[in-house]
């Protein structure tokens, strides 16, 4: 699997069949241009020839069979062991006869490696979700680097790109408001960072929220000035929402804002090979309603956003 600054990540990968098969550049033209050889460029026109866009996605490099893979009796006994005892696995190791990494390693994989994200009583791992639509909504700022028109490194490579710090495109710049039960988002093109425009975008959220039938109950940031300002508390009381923050160098708990911009770069925003900063920002609006209405979420069971939000409201939560 590629890592992501590679030189032939999926936009790599994009860029060198559309010269082949569209721009009707050679093999050998296509190899030199991107620094690659005849045979990495004959792979991906393969592969895009048999599976289309889906066949420039990276794969997953984990084998087929893994037959020393710890075994399900042994994953049993160590995650009893969490639960019974509450040890670390440099204790839960020679107790069980296993070396700490294995121990480790199942821990992870079960979600149970942080004792304090887990009930004091039982030891399972506790996931906060809000029971119903609004009680919770995570909000979050991204800023954007902006693409030059004609299009940026991605499509005509870093060598061929001029650099001029002072008069670059800038950024563009986006507050997110996530639904903590349903995932269903909202996002905001603001001009800047400030607190108006933080709370400009919530008060926006709020009415499309409404606009769903879902009322915002209570609103979580993190701790940057723009979420504590005055400006911003005044907004919150307006709405009639309560406002929370994370504790302090725990971004993890809000999460589903993080998770949700990572999302948006990775599909919207880095997901294609775009010609203008405008041509991006138009595309904006359609991707937003397809995560919301078409994409499915596998913490939601297999539906989408909008769905968890429609099935979970009963009028009162209105």
């Known amino acids: 699997m590629a890592h992501r600054t590679a030189r032939l990540n999926v936009f790599g990968r994009q ?107 039982s030891g399972v791992p506790v996931r906060y979700v809000h029971d119903h639509p609004g009680s919770l909504v995570h909000q979050d700022h991204k800023k954007l680097g902006r693409i030059p028109d004609g299009g940026g ?33 909202y996002v905001a093109h603001v001009p800047d960072e400030s607190a108006r425009s933080a709370s400009v975008a919530l008060l926006d959220a709020a009415v499309w929220f409404a606009s769903h039938g879902v009322r915002i109950e209570r609103v979580l940031t993190d701790n940057a000035w723009v979420y504590t300002s005055p400006t911003y508390q005044r907004t919150v009381e307006a709405i009639g929402a309560r406002h929370k923050r994370t504790r302090p160098h725990r971004p993890q708990t809000n999460g589903k804002a993080e998770r949700f911009i990572k999302t948006l770069l990775d599909e919207w925003a880095y997901g294609r090979l775009y010609r203008s900063n405008l041509e991006r920002l138009e595309r904006l609006p359609g991707w937003v309603h397809e995560y919301n209405t078409e994409r499915t979420h596998t913490s939601l069971g297999g539906i989408t956003p909008m769905e968890a939000l429609v099935n979970n409201l009963h009028g009162n939560h209105s």
Not at 15 to 33: I, T, Y
Not at 158 to 182: A, I, K, L, Q
Request: proline content about 5%; hydrophobic content about 35%.
């Open 153 to 185: 490194w991605r499509i005509h490579g870093r060598e061929n790109v001029v650099r001029n710090r002072r008069r670059g495109p800038g950024y563009d710049h986006f507050e997110v408001v996530v639904d903590d039960h349903s995932r269903v988002a």
């Open 15 to 121: 860029l060198l069949v559309n010269r082949v098969l569209v721009e009707g550049w050679s093999m050998a033209k296509a190899a030199e241009a991107q620094s690659v050889s005849r045979t990495t460029i004959h792979k991906w026109v393969r592969r895009y020839r048999d599976e289309g866009e889906a066949g420039l996605e990276d794969r997953s490099s984990r084998p087929r069979r893994s037959p020393r893979r710890t075994s399900d009796e042994r994953v049993h006994a160590i995650l009893a062991a969490r639960g019974e005892r509450r040890w670390g696995p440099h204790r839960l190791g020679p107790l069980l006869g296993q070396p700490p990494s294995t121990v480790y390693a199942v821990l992870a994989r079960a979600g149970f490696s942080r004792l304090r994200d887990a009930d004091r009583l």
